[in-house]
Structures are given as structure tokens and as C-alpha cells.
């Protein structure tokens, strides 16, 4: 079992920056792909970005290439999510999940433990 916390979340306006963070918990959580997913109302569950356990490998979601950077401290079980250049379209609840059995996974199903969401908001 793996439990994830996220935080970091808030309100911020266009162009600032943020920083999420994903404290997992459970012994082999360091073992685990993890990734970053966000929801805005009325819209479903997409994929922002994602990284192996190893941290040498990690995939963005075109939307914030260039923009988002996800990083992991396998030492303190914590994934980040550092977020630069917000924009409004931005805003969501962002959710940090873990994959057991994919080193770098897209598709939400291939996910088995998810936390509870944080909440951006960016202001224009």
C-alpha cells in the first residue's frame, strides 16, 4: 500500500510560479513511476506529466513542456511538480498518483494509488 499527500497548492496570478508536492508513504514507495494529473470543473482527468522511480526518465504533457518540471527526492519519498508561467487555463485540482508496474505511464489506469488533490488557481 502507498499513500500520497499532496500540497503546495494556492492561488496565484498569470505568469507566477508554484510548487507541488506528493509526500508518498509505504516501504517500496521509492520503487513506484509517478505522475501528475489535473481536473478542472467540468472537464475530465488529464495527464500533466510523469517520472520514472529513478528519476532519469520523465514525459510532459505538450500543454506545459517547457513550462512544468517534475522532479522526485526518492531519500525523503516526495515528488515535486515545480510550475512556471501559470495560466488561468492552468487552474485545477492536481492529483499526484503512483504506478506499481509502469516506469513512466500516460494513462490514468495505469495508476494504482492516487491522493486526495490539491487545488490551482490562477488568476488573470
Known amino acids: 500500500q502507498v499513500q500520497l499527500v499532496e500540497s503546495g497548492g494556492g492561488l496565484v496570478q498569470a505568469g507566477g510560479s508554484l510548487r507541488l508536492s506528493c509526500a508518498a508513504s509505504g516501504r517500496t514507495a521509492s520503487t513506484y513511476g509517478m505522475g501528475w494529473f489535473r481536473q478542472a470543473p467540468g472537464k475530465e482527468r488529464e495527464f500533466v506529466a510523469a517520472?520514472?522511480?529513478?528519476?532519469?526518465?520523465?514525459y510532459y504533457a505538450d500543454s506545459v513542456k517547457g513550462r512544468f518540471t517534475i522532479s522526485r527526492d526518492n531519500a525523503k519519498n516526495t515528488v515535486y511538480l515545480q510550475m512556471n508561467s501559470l495560466k488561468p487555463e492552468d487552474t485545477a485540482v492536481y492529483y499526484c498518483a503512483a504506478s506499481s508496474t509502469v516506469v513512466v505511464a500516460v494513462a490514468a489506469s495505469l495508476y494504482d494509488y492516487w491522493g486526495q488533490g490539491t487545488q490551482v488557481t490562477v488568476s488573470s
Open positions: 517520472i520514472s522511480w529513478s528519476g532519469g526518465s520523465t
